[in-house]
């Protein structure tokens, strides 16, 4: 039974067909892969690996490698440093933690294959000197665990440039290798509409930077790799609204691709759609002692992990909270992450190497101070008309928060005892930080072969989806289980994908 479709805004109304007459250059080819990026590069190269022909066509100039890790359930490289993750336990956690909302087929399909995609792409990038490392950064408490398994690439080619250390090598690398098998590629060149003929998708127009139209005809398949829909607001009010509630975004996605899907009759996953947010607004870190409001009241449990802090913050309708330490915080912090840590309290390390260095957070905080992020007082009350909350209330506030440490209890919300620590050392230090989104990670629906669904739930023949233009991996929430486990799935769904169109006959 086929159900009704919301009513969006006019970015879901369909353009009026192009005549394939109106193209003034056709090309064919085998594959046609829509976007640069980890998801599209690697199904790209795959696909060539295995023998097709791949055009792929990419509005913006380069390749694009955005962020640092790439996180898999297994590997090689983690199995020789003796990390093997009970795989059950994760997925468990993983469907927990998504609301039951996540497609089961799909998170499995991911972790009965990462390891096989990872161990592929550190074969290839180590080719161009880069050195696997895997993140040792994550939170060790029970409740919202994390696990080892974010890989990172240091020393390679475009690290020494001065990109991040991570996904732009990984991309580099595979984008170098799939020239020498004679990818084309088509930058500037964005895709505008799929063709679809007898019922199938055969094909895709695109418009060159001189703005003629371009055909590429493909005889077993388009894939959609365009990124998710975070820069586009219209998209976003519709379907991840929280998105533009958040005071930064670190992502441009258009949803160009979702588009396209939805046009040749392709259906999306149930909104809101989830979205990848760290709590890196304002000052990157915020701990995990006291965090109040604008009105200076406290509202959250703060012994949770990045995301977590994000939607507590957006959960009161607010953009920002502030985090409250004393000038005792260097002999504080280190102790707590034994019992949490993680992105925003811990600092990003490499497994095997000292955790948390405190002049290199006192550094930090110099910056914080300079953004005007970090303000400091020697009295709550000076603190408090520094920060811009109701003075009494915050005073009350930092007073009850005191007293529970010192009773070993919290009565309000329940944070662990060995993480009540009290704040009573001045000078005090009020630190700002937000929600910031790094991509909304939901889209098309697809199926364990990638194959993009109608809302009948039939495949639309010859239309693909991988990255974040695909929907299924997550539902309501995005679980830090692995660190970079979105880009760890691009590679390993664009792997797949690749393997299986190269494959085809």
């Given at each position: 039974?086929?159900?009704?479709?919301?009513?969006?805004?006019?970015?879901?109304?369909?353009?009026?067909?192009?005549?394939?007459?109106?193209?003034?250059?056709?090309?064919?080819?085998?594959?046609?892969?829509?976007?640069?990026?980890?998801?599209?590069?690697?199904?790209?190269?795959?696909?060539?690996?295995?023998?097709a022909r791949v055009v792929v066509l990419e509005k913006g100039a380069s390749w694009s490698g955005r962020g640092g890790n790439i996180g898999v359930a297994a590997s090689s490289f983690m199995k020789?440093?003796?990390?093997?993750?009970?795989?059950?336990?994760?997925?468990?956690?993983?469907?927990?933690?998504?609301?039951?909302?996540?497609?089961?087929?799909?998170?499995?399909?991911?972790?009965?294959?990462?390891?096989?995609?990872?161990?592929?792409?550190?074969?290839?990038?180590?080719?161009?000197?880069?050195?696997?490392?895997?993140?040792?950064?994550?939170?060790?408490?029970?409740?919202?665990?994390?696990?080892?398994?974010?890989?990172?690439?240091?020393?390679?080619?475009?690290?020494?440039?001065?990109?991040?250390?991570?996904?732009?090598?990984?991309?580099?690398?595979?984008?170098?290798?799939?020239?020498?098998?004679?990818?084309?590629?088509?930058?500037?060149?964005?895709?505008?509409?799929?063709?679809?003929?007898?019922?199938?998708?055969?094909?895709?127009?695109?418009?060159?930077?001189?703005?003629?139209?371009?055909?590429?005809?493909?005889?077993?398949?388009?894939?959609?790799?365009?990124?998710?829909?975070?820069?586009?607001?219209?998209?976003?009010?519709?379907?991840?609204?929280?998105?533009?509630?958040?005071?930064?975004?670190?992502?441009?996605?258009?949803?160009?691709?979702?588009?396209?899907?939805?046009?040749?009759?392709?259906?999306?996953?149930?909104?809101?759609?989830p979205m990848i947010m760290h709590p890196q607004a304002y000052h990157f870190s915020s701990f995990c002692f006291l965090f109040v409001k604008p009105d200076g009241t406290r509202f959250m449990n703060?012994?949770?992990?990045?995301?977590?802090?994000?939607?507590?913050?957006?959960?009161?309708?607010?953009?920002?909270?502030?985090?409250?330490?004393?000038?005792?915080?260097?002999?504080?912090?280190?102790?707590?992450?034994?019992?949490?840590?993680?992105?925003?309290?811990?600092?990003?390390?490499?497994?095997?190497?000292?955790?948390?260095?405190?002049?290199?957070?006192?550094?930090?905080?110099?910056?914080?101070?300079?953004?005007?992020?970090?303000?400091?007082?020697?009295?709550?009350?000076?603190?408090?008309?520094?920060?811009?909350?109701?003075?009494?209330?915050?005073?009350?506030?930092?007073?009850?928060?005191?007293?529970?440490?010192?009773?070993?209890?919290?009565?309000?919300?329940?944070?662990?005892?060995?993480?009540?620590?009290?704040?009573?050392?001045?000078?005090?230090?009020?630190?700002?930080?937000?929600?910031?989104?790094?991509?909304?990670?939901?889209?098309?629906?697809?199926?364990?072969?990638?194959?993009?669904?109608?809302?009948?739930?039939?495949?639309?023949?010859?239309?693909?989806?991988?990255?974040?233009?695909?929907?299924?991996?997550?539902?309501?929430?995005?679980?830090l289980i692995i660190c970079g486990n979105s880009h760890g799935t691009a590679l390993t769904f664009g792997y797949l994908l690749g393997q299986q169109l190269g494959l085809a006959q």
């Open positions: 039974m086929s159900s009704v479709r919301p009513k969006w805004g006019s970015w879901a109304n369909p353009p009026d067909p192009i005549d394939p007459k109106d193209a003034r250059e056709v090309l064919e080819t085998d594959v046609a892969v829509l976007g640069a990026g980890i998801a599209g590069v690697t199904c790209a190269l795959r696909a060539a690996q295995c023998g020789e440093q003796g990390i093997e993750n009970d795989f059950e336990e994760i997925v468990r956690e993983w469907i927990k933690r998504c609301g039951n909302r996540c497609d089961e087929r799909l998170v499995w399909l991911y972790f009965n294959n990462s390891a096989e995609a990872m161990d592929w792409l550190i074969g290839i990038v180590t080719q161009y000197g880069a050195r696997p490392v895997l993140q040792g950064s994550a939170y060790q408490g029970d409740t919202y665990h994390e696990y080892y398994g974010s890989h990172r690439f240091f020393d390679g080619p475009m690290a020494q440039k001065g990109m991040r250390a991570g996904a732009a090598d990984a991309v580099y690398a595979m984008y170098s290798e799939s020239l020498k098998l004679g990818v084309q590629y088509l930058f500037k060149t964005p895709a505008e509409q799929l063709l679809k003929e007898d019922g199938k998708v055969t094909g895709v127009f695109a418009r060159k930077e001189d703005g003629s139209l371009v055909l590429v005809r493909a005889k077993r398949g388009v894939v959609i790799a365009t990124g998710d829909i975070g820069g586009n607001a219209e998209m976003c009010e519709d379907l991840a609204p929280l998105a533009n509630r958040c005071p930064v975004k670190y992502t441009n996605g258009t949803g160009d691709g979702h588009r396209l899907g939805l046009w040749a009759g392709g259906s999306f996953e149930d909104p809101p759609f703060e012994d949770t992990y990045a995301q977590g802090k994000c939607v507590a913050i957006l959960r009161e309708r607010e953009t920002y909270a502030w985090s409250i330490v004393d000038s005792a915080w260097p002999e504080k912090v280190p102790p707590t992450l034994r019992y949490g840590g993680g992105i925003a309290w811990g600092q990003d390390f490499v497994l095997g190497e000292p955790a948390f260095d405190v002049e290199t957070e006192k550094k930090m905080f110099e910056r914080g101070f300079a953004r005007g992020h970090i303000v400091t007082a020697d009295t709550p009350e000076e603190l408090a008309e520094k920060m811009g909350v109701p003075v009494e209330t915050f005073v009350r506030t930092l007073k009850r928060y005191n007293e529970m440490c010192a009773r070993g209890r919290d009565e309000d919300f329940g944070k662990r005892r060995e993480l009540l620590i009290p704040i009573d050392k001045p000078p005090y230090y009020g630190i700002k930080f937000g929600p910031a989104v790094l991509a909304v990670v939901g889209g098309l629906r697809v199926d364990t072969k990638m194959r993009v669904l109608s809302e009948e739930n039939a495949p639309v023949e010859g239309l693909y989806a991988i990255g974040n233009a695909a929907g299924g991996r997550y539902g309501v929430d995005y679980p």
